[in-house]
C-alpha cells in the first residue's frame, strides 16, 4: 500500500514439477488446461506462465486499487468463500500530524475447500463425465493439504513489511500495522505556533513602550513638589529670621 491508501494485490502461484506434468497429462498444454479468462475479465493483469529449467512453472496476477476498502473484495476474488484468504481488511486513518496503515485477516490452511462442489460449471461438467463429485472432492483435498504452501507478504509506508506462513492444516493471523508521520503538517504547525509568538509580541511591545512613557512623564510633578518644598523651607526660615 502506497502513502495514499492505493496499492495493487498480487498473486503469484508456483507449480512444482509435478503439478505442471499432471496439468500437461495427455499432451495438453499448461496454458490451455488453466482457465485465466474470468481474471482478465475481472481486471485483473496477467502474465505469463514462466517456466523453469526443473520443470517449475509460475504465473502472477495483480490487481491494483485506489482505495484500502477495496483489498476485502480483491481478496474475495482469488479466495472465494472456501479459500485460505479470509477476512481480510485495508485501512488507512489519517489523524493530526500521522496516517495510520494497518492490513488484517486470516492465513487459513485448516479450513481448505477445492471448490469442485461450489464451481457449478466444473461440478456439471464432471458429472456428464461420470465423476463422484463427494470421492473427488476428498482425492483433490488430500493432495491440496500435502501440496499446497501459503506465503502472505505486506507492503506498507515507511518501509514496513510482514511476512506470515502459515504451518500445514494450521491458521495464522495476518496483521501489519504502519505509522507514518506529516512532515508537512509538523512544519506548518510549527510556522503556525511561531507565528502566533510573533504577533503577541507585536501586541504586547507598544503596550510596554506606552506603560514606560507614562512612568517617565511623572518625573517633572516629582520635582516640582521638591522646589515647592524648598520653598516653604526657605520661608520658614525667613520667618523664623525675622522673629
Not at 33 to 39: A, E, G, K
Not at 143 to 153: P, Q, S, T
Not at 160 to 169: A, L
Request: glycine share 10%; charged share 25%.
Amino acid at each position: 500500500m502506497k502513502r495514499n491508501g492505493s496499492g495493487a494485490v498480487t498473486v503469484s502461484v508456483v507449480l512444482d514439477p509435478d503439478a505442471v506434468r499432471t496439468a500437461e497429462a495427455g499432451g495438453g498444454k499448461l496454458e490451455d488446461r488453466v482457465r485465466l479468462s474470468d481474471l482478465a475479465a475481472a481486471h485483473w493483469t496477467v502474465s505469463q506462465w514462466q517456466r523453469a529449467l526443473d520443470g517449475s512453472a509460475t504465473i502472477t496476477a495483480t490487481k491494483q486499487f485506489s482505495r484500502p476498502s477495496q483489498v476485502t473484495e480483491i481478496i474475495g476474488e482469488i479466495s472465494g468463500p472456501n479459500g485460505p484468504l479470509r477476512d481480510f481488511r485495508a485501512t488507512r486513518q489519517r489523524e493530526l500530524l500521522k496516517t495510520e496503515y494497518r492490513v488484517s485477516g486470516t492465513a487459513d490452511l485448516e479450513h481448505l475447500g477445492t471448490g469442485v462442489k461450489t464451481d457449478q460449471e466444473l461440478a456439471n461438467a464432471l458429472t456428464q463425465l461420470g465423476a463422484n463429485l463427494d470421492v473427488l472432492d476428498l482425492q483433490l483435498l488430500a493432495e491440496v493439504r500435502d501440496a499446497f504452501h501459503l506465503h502472505v507478504n505486506i507492503d506498507l509506508p515507511s518501509g514496513k513489511h510482514v511476512s506470515v506462513t502459515p504451518d500445514p492444516g494450521k491458521q495464522a493471523p495476518v496483521t501489519a500495522q504502519a505509522s507514518v508521520r506529516d512532515t508537512r503538517r509538523i512544519a506548518l504547525g510549527a510556522a503556525a505556533i511561531a507565528l502566533l509568538v510573533v504577533g503577541v509580541a507585536l501586541i504586547l511591545w507598544p503596550r510596554r513602550r506606552r506603560r514606560r512613557g507614562r512612568g517617565r512623564r511623572r518625573a517633572p510633578p516629582a520635582a516640582g513638589a521638591a522646589r515647592r518644598s524648598g520653598a516653604l523651607s526657605r520661608a520658614s526660615q525667613d520667618e523664623w529670621r525675622g522673629s
